[in-house]
């Protein structure tokens, strides 16, 4: 497998500019002779659709929601980081270049970063253009506020609805294209499988989620923009429709997946309340600004406030444990995730949680009213107040919130090079679904960022190269052995989950997969659980091929079905989860190896034997998947401890 990360030469901060003069280019006249499929329209997708159009290529979109905008992208809270610097505090782009690295402990490919980090400032100012309605100084400027792992205030937001608002503006992009007739816009649409001719990525087969027709669609390139995996868990914050098949299927037709163990837990979610549930919440990071996060000192008041005998408001200032002030007196509160996340999970387990279940400490914003006035903090939070108000019945105004750490993001993906491309020529994966840029732990704000910086500025220029090479006759018919063998799978796996009529629902087997998931290969990993889940997983993976009860027929809306497929390779995929936990012998970022921690509790990388990117090989079915390196190269940043002391 050939993993050539094709950084260009030279020094780093011209890398990017080089690489564009040195990239192909094709010609006004020849784009329209082109055809690209973009599969997604979250942030990714739809900046990537949307430009690709405005350049002239065709475009032809798919998504499984009813409507673009409804892509999970849309649930972004807090914010979107920008070296803009317009606080004159200190920010630059080589700043945010090293926030990054650092902050993904140092498992990131350091030119995309860098990269990232330069075209982060476009971004806001493509955003502003169309109309995003970034929050504004008195004065008219763009606000920012800050986010962990920074000790600058660079993330522009809209208050807790970043997300939607940046969403609404890459969909009216989208829509005028729609409009122009350039983007074929496929909703409701699911790839089920992408095609090679001749090793290069020409096409998908989509399955029609409401009549249940199943198509074939060629192009000259296939752009995966397809989001994280993180519902590998079952709970988590992500899109209850968020999934890993199209990335998955692409995996088994030979693209490599690479650091599929690395996963972000984050600290501020809405604690487990019980067994009914299917999805946690997230309370923003932006809340960490003014939120103080604590815990009693004693397990004796942590014990009484669990038993409903104490209240936060009855122990005294004296009484409480402000651990991450404590701990980390640089950062405080604003640790990046990893760590606020293991310190929130450390308190619990001394017995200090707050919440009925043990699992849950405060996030307190007593201080901050007092300091700005409940006004103010209202302005900032209020949605998210609001809404935390409304999932829990309590009046964070006046209590404490609670929180504890869930699943949020991911940073494995499939593995691409600087280009974005996949080891698959003409197979391009932009946003959450590829591995690039954020290591072993990815800084909050940071994602919405990629994913328009891949969209909006790396991809639109690196295609080209690519499509230049093949030339516009380099589309193959659907009528091809390569399309016809794609589509009988898809049908076979279809029929075959229709077909077994057993007693379990594909919720109850995603439920189980993901409690071994959470147990064996979450927060905190060792590699007896890794093992015992590698073992359990494949027999949970029998029992769903024997035992699946998928009501319904394929010919209509079936939702059941819809989920069956995306538990079934989820069930695969969170094997291969745990074999790379398994095989990184170290902790890093949001990787925690229980058997590699430093005296003070904290991750301990292995530099000398796991500077690099794991990527993973199918090998085909029930066969174990070969792990290929790429070795990481730091020329600009030196790798240290990373300290937030
Ligand atoms: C609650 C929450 C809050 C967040 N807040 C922030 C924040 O404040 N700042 C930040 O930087 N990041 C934040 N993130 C992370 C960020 O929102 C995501 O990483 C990002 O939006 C992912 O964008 P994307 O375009 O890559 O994927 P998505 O938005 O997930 O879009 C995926 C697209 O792919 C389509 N798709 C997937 N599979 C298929 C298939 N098989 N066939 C057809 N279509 C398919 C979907 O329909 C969808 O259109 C947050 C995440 C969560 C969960």
């Not at 920074?150 to 969909?171: E, H, N, P």
């Not at 020409?202 to 923009?225: C, N, Q, T, Y």
């Not at 006046?398 to 940073?411: L, Q």
Request: proline fraction near 4%; glycine fraction near 10%.
């Amino acid at each position: 497998m050939n993993l050539d990360a094709k950084i260009p030469s030279g020094p780093m901060a011209q890398k990017w500019g080089k690489h564009q003069f040195d990239l192909k280019l094709v010609n006004p006249a020849n784009k329209r002779k082109y055809e690209v499929i973009v599969v997604g329209s979250g942030l990714a997708g739809a900046s990537a659709a949307a430009t690709l159009a405005e350049l002239g290529y065709n475009v032809k979109c798919f998504c499984f929601q009813d409507s673009p905008r409804r892509a999970h992208s849309i649930a972004a809270q807090g914010g979107i980081n920008a070296a803009k610097n317009y606080q004159n505090d200190g920010d630059s782009v080589h700043r945010l270049f090293y926030d990054t690295v650092k902050g993904g402990d140092y498992r990131s490919r350091e030119a995309n970063v860098h990269r990232l980090a330069q075209v982060s400032v476009n971004i806001i100012d493509q955003c502003a253009a169309q109309g995003v309605p970034f929050a504004r100084e008195y004065g008219g400027l763009l606000a920012n506020r800050s986010f962990g792992g920074a000790q600058v205030s660079r993330t522009f937001y809209a208050r807790g609805q970043t997300g939607q608002q940046l969403l609404l503006g890459a969909y009216s992009s989208l829509s005028r294209q729609i409009g122009l007739g350039k983007v074929q816009m496929f909703p409701r649409t699911e790839m089920l499988d992408v095609v090679l001719v001749d090793g290069h990525a020409k096409g998908i087969v989509v399955r029609d989620m409401v009549s249940g027709e199943i198509s074939r669609h060629s192009a000259h390139a296939v752009v995966l923009a397809t989001g994280g995996y993180g519902n590998a868990f079952f709970l988590s914050t992500n899109a209850m429709g968020s999934n890993v098949t199209a990335s998955f299927r692409a995996y088994k037709r030979g693209a490599a997946f690479a650091n599929p163990c690395y996963t972000q837990i984050h600290p501020t979610c809405i604690p487990v309340s019980g067994e009914h549930q299917s999805k946690l919440t997230l309370m923003s990071e932006s809340l960490r600004n003014d939120g103080r996060v604590w815990v009693p000192k004693s397990q004796a008041v942590a014990e009484k406030i669990r038993k409903g005998e104490l209240k936060a408001s009855d122990v005294a200032e004296g009484d409480r444990d402000y651990y991450l002030e404590r701990k980390y007196p640089s950062f405080g509160n604003l640790v990046p995730r990893d760590v606020a996340s293991r310190n929130a999970k450390e308190a619990c387990d001394e017995g200090r949680g707050v919440v009925g279940s043990g699992l849950g400490v405060y996030l307190d914003f007593e201080d901050a009213i007092g300091r700005l006035g409940e006004s103010a903090v209202r302005e900032r939070y209020g949605n998210l107040f609001d809404m935390y108000e409304k999932i829990t019945g309590s009046n964070a105004y006046k209590n404490p919130m609670t929180i504890f750490p869930a699943v949020h993001y991911t940073m494995g993906g499939l593995w691409v090079d600087y280009n974005l491309m996949s080891n698959v020529p003409g197979l391009y994966v932009v946003g959450e679904a590829n591995f690039s840029d954020h290591g072993a732990n990815r800084l909050g704000a940071s994602a919405l960022m990629q994913g328009l910086a891949d969209g909006y500025f790396v991809l639109p220029y690196t295609i080209g190269q690519y499509l230049a090479e093949v030339g516009p006759d380099d589309r193959p018919s659907v009528e091809g052995s390569e399309f016809a063998g794609a589509e009988e799978k898809v049908r076979g796996q279809i029929d075959q989950m229709l077909s077994i009529k057993g007693k379990r629902t594909p919720t109850s087997f995603h439920r189980e997969l993901g409690q071994i998931m959470w147990d064996k290969c979450g927060m905190a990993r060792n590699k007896a659980g890794l093992e015992e889940a590698i073992k359990k997983i494949p027999e949970l993976r029998a029992e769903f091929w024997d035992n699946l009860n998928v009501p319904g027929e394929n010919g209509s809306l079936n939702q059941s079905l819809e989920h069956a497929g995306r538990v079934a390779d989820f069930l695969e995929f969170g094997e291969l989860m745990c074999r790379d936990a398994l095989q990184r012998e170290e902790s890093c970022g949001g990787h925690f190896r229980e058997e590699h921690q430093t005296p003070e509790g904290e991750a301990k990388r292995d530099d000398e034997n796991f500077s690099f990117v794991g990527a993973w090989e199918y090998k085909g079915e029930n066969q174990t998947p070969e792990l290929h390196k790429e070795n990481l190269v730091y020329e600009e940043v030196k790798m240290t401890q990373r300290s937030y002391k």
